[in-house]
């Protein structure tokens, strides 16, 4: 039979490719199985690596979200976090699928499976095709930023089922080992750290100074490694779409994000933004 002939038939038969994918995930998920029951986790040593990569700068600037919520601020692990503990915690299968994209929208599924324990955690969602930009609600066509639509929503609910697989006593100590690599491995002075990133906060989402300093209670002479902390958090929520500026900042009318004022004030070789 000949390729022509092949792809004939399987137009006409989609269930056999669709029946034979299915058999195929279905093998990998008991090779998976059986491999984690042959290879199990050391506990001790896998929260030993986690907590050595908390030791590295690069992860704890991403590792850290906070969003408030009424009266209190919410805090903890980000995915990027969520994704490095089940890394090095082992036989954990976790990620992000379409199962359909139909009438501009997609459904899709995050899940997270701790294969030797049997333990899973999955959401199903909806994802429409369409991004709310510059007050207006615009549709979205091209693949690649469809794909990146779904991953960006994806990301929130991989995290709680990641989280929802590991023990909390982990993930505790994974976010406080963190906490302690930022405020110890900078050798940057306060004062520098903080102008960069009011300068970030300016640039990327139109937080002025002002916004900050509200929302942290005093002006910036008087800020510390914590509150530096708490921007640094704000940032990587901002970015990972836990929550708006609104959320976090009073703002009273329409911004414009400026692009070049405060980028006169500094020079361009001190550019490191905040991650």
Not at 49 to 77: D, F, H, M, W
Not at 118 to 140: C, D, I, P, W
Request: hydrophobic share 35%; net charge neutral; proline share 3%.
């Amino acid at each position: 039979m000949n390729s022509l002939q092949m792809q004939f038939d399987n137009q006409e038969n989609p269930s056999v490719n669709a029946q034979s994918a299915k058999s195929r995930e279905m093998a990998e998920v008991q090779s998976q199985i059986f491999l984690a029951k042959q290879f199990p986790r050391n506990e001790v040593q896998a929260e030993i690596k986690i907590l050595n990569a908390c030791k590295r700068k690069t992860l704890a600037e991403t590792a850290l979200y906070s969003y408030p919520r009424g009266n209190t601020t919410v805090t903890g692990p980000s995915i990027r976090l969520a994704e490095t503990i089940a890394q090095y915690w082992g036989n954990i299968n976790f990620g992000i699928k379409e199962l359909e994209q139909k009438n501009g929208e997609s459904t899709v599924v995050a899940y997270a499976w701790d294969m030797e324990s049997n333990t899973r955690q999955e959401k199903v969602f909806q994802v429409k095709h369409e991004r709310y930009a510059k007050g207006k609600m615009s549709k979205l066509t091209d693949p690649r930023d469809i794909y990146e639509h779904i991953a960006n929503n994806g990301a929130r609910r991989l995290r709680a089922c990641i989280l929802g697989v590991i023990p909390g006593d982990i993930i505790d100590n994974a976010v406080a080992q963190c906490h302690q690599t930022l405020q110890n491995s900078y050798s940057e002075p306060l004062k520098d750290r903080v102008v960069k990133v009011l300068r970030w906060f300016q640039t990327q989402y139109g937080i002025t100074q002002e916004m900050v300093e509200a929302k942290l209670g005093h002006n910036v002479e008087s800020f510390t490694e914590q509150d530096f902390v708490t921007l640094s958090s704000i940032n990587q929520s901002l970015k990972d779409g836990m929550a708006k500026r609104e959320d976090f900042f009073k703002v009273t009318e329409k911004i414009d994000v400026p692009k070049t004022s405060l980028e006169q004030q500094f020079k361009e070789g001190d550019s490191n933004e905040v991650n």
